[in-house]
């Protein structure tokens, strides 16, 4: 049982270049997250999904996008990278609690990403 | 917009000291509230979640209270050790969404 696993660990990249981080989670959760990590700024929710096909923007969408084509994979784009970019990102996933309660969010091991 | 707050940033403590960690959110209609734990380059572990209609969560030495008329939570760690140096994150599972909202942390150090 591997819980949630994140591809790549590290990358870096130039300005403009694109790439796509992959999140997949084996527990069977109908909820995944991307949060964005940052000095001084805590953890930020850039976008989630309530199950398969599903997405929606969190707090800090701009300049990703996201796909769930497949219940256990999330994945999250960067169309143009910029250096604001640069950022650990975390992926998370969780199962419902109760009607609108999610339960205990796993979180994967994190991409830390730089963009020059 | 939930807010959440954890005090101190950071805290040096010797071994085997009890010890609280805050946290404190601006909107107390919420579902649950989660602690983590983040050491350095890794990801966040789960440690306990406390619904909303709990006080309490115990699990070992951690006790985590809630108190969600006045938006406050405390996770109380007794007999710190050093393995107990990481950061400690808080988040609340609020109404605006299924997602949670987290504090900045609180690092903590457990000196021998």
């Known amino acids: 049982n591997a819980g949630v696993t994140q591809t790549p660990k590290f990358r870096v990249l130039k300005t403009g270049q694109s790439m796509t981080l992959l999140c997949a989670q084996d527990?069977?959760?109908?909820?995944m997250y991307w949060y964005r990590q940052d000095p001084g700024m805590g953890l930020r929710l850039i976008h989630y999904?309530?199950?398969?096909?599903?997405?929606a923007k969190g707090e800090v969408p701009d300049g990703y996008n996201v796909s769930r084509l497949k219940k256990q994979n999330f994945l999250l784009g960067l169309e143009s990278a910029a250096p604001s970019q640069t950022s650990v990102y975390f992926c998370a996933s969780s199962t419902l609690l109760a009607a609108t309660s999610t339960d205990t969010q796993y979180f994967g091991p994190g991409t830390r990403l730089t963009v020059l | 917009k939930q807010e959440v707050t954890q005090i101190p940033a950071a805290l040096s403590v010797p071994e085997g000291e009890n010890l609280v960690l805050n946290c404190s959110f601006t909107d107390s209609a919420i579902y649950n509230l989660q602690w983590f734990r983040q050491d350095p380059g890794k990801g966040l572990t789960s440690l306990l979640l406390?619904?909303?209609?709990?006080r309490e969560q115990t699990s070992g030495r951690l006790n985590a209270s809630l108190d969600k008329s006045s938006g406050r939570s405390t996770l109380y760690i007794a007999a710190s050790q050093p393995g107990d140096s990481a950061t400690y994150l808080c988040a609340v599972d609020s109404n605006s969404g299924y997602a949670l909202n987290f504090g900045k942390g609180t690092s903590l150090l457990v000196t021998p």
């Open positions: 527990m069977n959760h109908e909820y």
């Open positions: 999904s309530v199950g398969e096909g599903t997405t």
């Open positions: 406390i619904q909303s209609s709990q």
